[in-house]
């Protein structure tokens, strides 16, 4: 006889607790945001006081000191990069560098560390003015320390120096100038059907437009009005830096050809090849000092960068008429325009 199996469901009750293990979870996401909420909050006051302490209602640069190398307080050595395409919020940043080691009265020497192909003219000559302008004002000694490339644009603020020393590896040189310009009329006319209309009051005022080929003439008038010049005042700015060298040796050099460090030092372009160790003793010697803390300048805590306000993000994004007008405009350069991949 087969056995009697009960296969009645028996109600098992929970265990003790678990009708509550639902809120539990509940509380404990609201609190784990909380704390998070509170973190942030935190953090946002520490931004808004350091703000306040660096001088919120102040638009110049305020800037905190890194040491690179230990010393006493009493003597310092102010490195300032010069890092990036030359343009005009680069030269903004240099100059409120500047003006940071002019204004500390315990900074002996400015060194210059170059690692650039060039860029705008305008830009470049308002380094080069600042850089002249430093050590007329405080007598100071500067010195540009030429790192991995130094060409065009930043040559010619390295002239500005009382010294040039290159690393052993440098790139220097690319005397000259060089204007860009696309011309846009097959692409316009014959790829997307646009037929431009421009209306001027002269033949030259629209010299060089994008929608016409660029025509002999009109090379030769830029040239003639622009790009000459600009080289001429290149030439001597050289000459006022390179005493050791004449005008006619300079334009020989300037033809736009990059040197590497032993060429620009054989032609005189340069005072030394060597390593930072170098420029920061050269900056203790002409500042007729023996030891000093050398530091670097960096920007100090800003709560509009820390809220992403000043990011390049949404100047990318945005193509408007200005970005379009920039696009298509010739650009005056001292650049090596195959520096640009470094």
């Not at 087969?2 to 979870?25: E, F, H, M, R, Y």
């Not at 010069?82 to 900074?107: F, T």
């Not at 900056?283 to 992403?308: C, H, M, P, Q």
Request: some cysteine; charged content about 25%.
């Amino acid at each position: 006889m087969d056995p009697i199996v009960n296969t009645s469901v028996q109600n098992v009750p929970p265990p003790a607790g678990s009708k509550g293990l639902g809120w539990k979870i509940f509380f404990g996401i609201i609190l784990g945001l909380s704390i998070i909420a509170n973190i942030v909050l935190f953090v946002l006051l520490i931004a808004i006081g350091s703000q306040m302490l660096f001088g919120a209602t102040d638009t110049s640069e305020s800037f905190v000191e890194k040491a690179i190398e230990k010393g006493p307080g009493s003597s310092k050595i102010a490195v300032i990069k010069i890092e990036g395409i030359i343009n005009g919020e680069l030269a903004d940043l240099v100059a409120s560098e500047i003006k940071e080691a002019k204004n500390d009265k315990s900074v002996k020497a400015v060194i210059f560390k170059t690692v650039t192909s060039g860029g705008g003219i305008a830009a470049s000559d308002r380094i080069y003015d600042e850089i002249t302008r430093f050590k007329a004002e405080t007598g100071k000694p500067v010195i540009a320390f030429m790192q991995t490339i130094a060409t065009s644009g930043g040559y010619y603020t390295s002239v500005g120096c009382d010294k040039i020393i290159a690393e052993p590896t440098a790139i220097t040189g690319s005397i000259g100038v060089i204007m860009g310009h696309f011309e846009l009329k097959d692409l316009m006319e014959l790829k997307l059907g646009i037929k431009p209309l421009v209306v001027k009051s002269g033949p030259k005022k629209d010299w060089p437009t994008s929608f016409e080929p660029v025509t002999e003439e009109q090379i030769a008038y830029l040239k003639d009005t622009l790009i000459m010049p600009a080289y001429e005042r290149f030439l001597d700015v050289v000459a006022k830096g390179r005493t050791e060298l004449t005008l006619e040796q300079i334009r020989t050099l300037a033809d736009g050809s990059v040197y590497n460090a032993q060429q620009a030092f054989d032609n005189k372009l340069i005072d030394e090849i060597g390593y930072m160790q170098e420029a920061i003793k050269d900056a203790k010697t002409l500042a007729k000092i023996t030891n000093a803390r050398v530091v670097e300048y960096n920007k100090a805590f800003s709560l509009e960068d820390w809220l992403g306000a000043k990011s390049g993000i949404n100047t990318f994004l945005r193509l408007n008429r200005d970005s379009l007008y920039e696009f298509t405009t010739p650009q005056l350069m001292y650049l090596w325009d195959a520096g640009l991949c470094f």
